[in-house]
T-cell receptor
């Protein structure tokens, strides 16, 4: 399966712990996007990355959230000191190039539950 | 950010029935996309509509883009249980990669 891969699929954390969500883009894709889907809400853009660069993090909360896409390995979305309001499904998407006409392919998501 | 309103929010129908769901806005879009998201999975792109008045068909699914490019509809003929899922419309602004989604219509097709 050459699709976007995310792991873990489910993650449970207690308040104050750290959550690390991983995303491997489709083969040949160098553009990664993270979205968050809160209960009863639509998908919201969080951040757009290319290899070793954060291009746009305008949708990321200012504190506790960070993202990276290293030269080697998957993209990581890191949430420090999680709170219950962070409980959501986090989706990664990838595309082969930037642009409004380029299709973003979504992964299956990581469902984060904060106890 | 332009707002996308989807209706109905929930829809439960019997297998074999027809249905239409809507995506509306007061803004004009260069294009709109429709996705289906099955439980526990990520959204999958179904279609992109670009031209006002455009109609696209995908098997039993018919997508229409309004003449004024402010709204879109999705019609499903003879719904099947496999059509169950969350139907999302989305747009990306001119020159933008950010997808903005509506809240979706949650469809349940009962066998």
């Amino acid at each position: 399966n050459a699709g976007v891969m995310q792991n873990p699929r489910h993650l449970v954390r207690r308040r104050g712990q750290e959550a690390r969500l991983r995303c491997s883009p489709m083969k040949g894709h160098s553009h990664v996007y993270w979205y968050r889907q809160l209960p009863e809400e639509g998908l919201k853009f969080m951040v757009y990355l290319q290899k070793e660069n954060i291009i746009d993090e305008s949708g990321m909360p200012k504190e506790r959230f960070s993202a990276e896409f290293p030269k080697e390995g998957p993209s990581i979305l890191r949430i420090q000191q999680v709170v219950r309001g962070d409980s959501a499904a986090y989706f990664c998407a990838s595309s082969s190039s930037r642009g409004e006409t380029d299709t973003q392919y979504f992964g299956p998501g990581t469902r984060l539950t904060v106890l | 950010t332009q707002l996308l309103e989807q209706s109905p929010q929930f829809l439960s129908i019997q297998e074999g029935e027809n249905l239409t769901v809507y995506c509306n806005s007061s803004s004009v879009f260069s294009s709109l996309q429709w996705y289906r998201q099955e439980p526990g999975e990520g959204p999958v792109l179904l279609v992109t509509v670009v031209t006002g008045g455009e109609v696209k068909k995908l098997k039993r699914l018919t997508f229409q883009f309004g003449d004024a490019r402010k709204d879109s509809s999705l019609h499903i003929t003879a719904a099947q249980p496999g059509d169950t899922g969350l139907y999302l419309c989305a747009y990306s602004g001119a020159g933008s990669y950010q997808l903005t989604f509506g809240k979706g219509t949650k469809l349940s097709v009962i066998p």
